[in-house]
């Protein structure tokens, strides 16, 4: 069974792109364009499949990135996140929230790589 990621942004060109890369390499792929939606999912249990790592953005209208993971590990203290920014002043946000950091551009290679790294973890 392939491992589930929920890809969070609000960019919906990025999302697709991420997407593919992900799907080709994979993996099943759960896209979300609003962190709030996606905070209301882990809160309903309403995913088709449990979630094994999750990507977000860090800037995304209505809550950054480092506000949608600091209420997510109220629920999922220990569930892997990926974040993705092109600020790379914005790590600092996520100090003590257990993530891994990454600035953009993110090249496909990189981006599996991390994926696996996190997954093998």
């Given at each position: 069974m392939p491992k589930t990621v929920l890809l969070i942004d609000d960019n919906a060109v990025q999302a697709a792109t991420r997407q593919t890369i992900l799907k080709r390499a994979g993996y099943f792929v759960i896209p979300v364009l609003n962190p709030?939606?996606?905070?209301?999912?882990?809160q309903a249990n309403d995913f088709p499949a449990p979630i094994d790592l999750v990507i977000t953005?860090?800037?995304?209208?209505?809550?950054?990135?480092?506000?949608?993971?600091?209420?997510?590990?109220?629920?999922?203290?220990?569930?892997?996140v990926l974040v993705?920014?092109?600020?790379?002043?914005?790590?600092?946000?996520?100090?003590?929230?257990?993530?891994?950091f990454r600035l953009k551009p993110v090249m496909p290679d990189y981006l599996l790589s991390t994926v696996e790294k996190i997954l093998a973890a």
């Open positions: 709030q939606r996606a905070l209301e999912q882990f953005d860090h800037i995304m209208p209505g809550m950054s990135g480092s506000e949608f993971i600091t209420e997510l590990r109220k629920q999922e203290k220990n569930l892997p993705i920014s092109g600020l790379e002043e914005a790590e600092e946000r996520y100090e003590n929230l257990n993530v891994t």
